[in-house]
């Protein structure tokens, strides 16, 4: 909401206002909840899973298989201490042996931002024959992963009374 909105809420005796400065797109990206009949922008935000298995570059591929059993997962994403994505292990690249992670990782995986468009992103999703994408802020940090099926499932029944545009 902008400034002046905000002050006008506190005018009418509304005492919990905040400027959300980023702004609705952002808000929405966050997986944050609105209300209101208007259309709903869905994004791949708000359908990110934030659990995602993570292995450090200095990793084994011993500690990474572990964590992807732990988890239910065929990969995992390769970060840094900041959470930076550096690369992705697929369970199929691990073999048998005990190697450094970064021997093995696939670097440069693909990302999107949490401000993603849904539809196109599923349509693209579908294209390369994935089943999920990697969430990234702007400056890389691993904020979650998009389940195709769950994405697709937000586009079949969105939010009641919301149409999606």
């Not at 994935?130 to 939010?159: C, F, N």
């Amino acid at each position: 909401m902008s400034p002046r909105a905000a002050w006008r809420l506190e005018a009418e005796g509304f005492r919990e206002v905040y400027d959300f400065v980023p702004g609705k797109v952002a808000w929405l990206a966050a997986g944050l909840p609105t209300e209101g009949t208007g259309p709903h922008y869905a994004v791949a935000g708000e359908v990110a899973s934030p659990e995602v298995p993570t292995c450090s570059f200095d990793s084994r591929t011993a500690a990474a298989r572990e964590r992807m059993e732990r988890a239910g997962s065929s990969y995992c994403v390769v970060v840094n201490d900041a959470g930076i994505i550096l690369g992705r292990v697929r369970a199929r690249d691990l073999g048998t042996g005990d190697a450094p992670v970064r021997d093995v990782m696939q670097p440069g995986p693909a990302t999107v931002r949490p401000t993603a468009e849904l539809k196109p992103l599923v349509a693209r999703m579908h294209k390369a024959n994935v089943t999920t994408i990697l969430v990234a802020s702007e400056k890389g940090r691993l904020l979650g992963v998009v389940d195709r099926s769950r994405a697709e499932a937000l586009l079949r029944d969105p939010p009641i009374g919301r149409p999606l545009l």
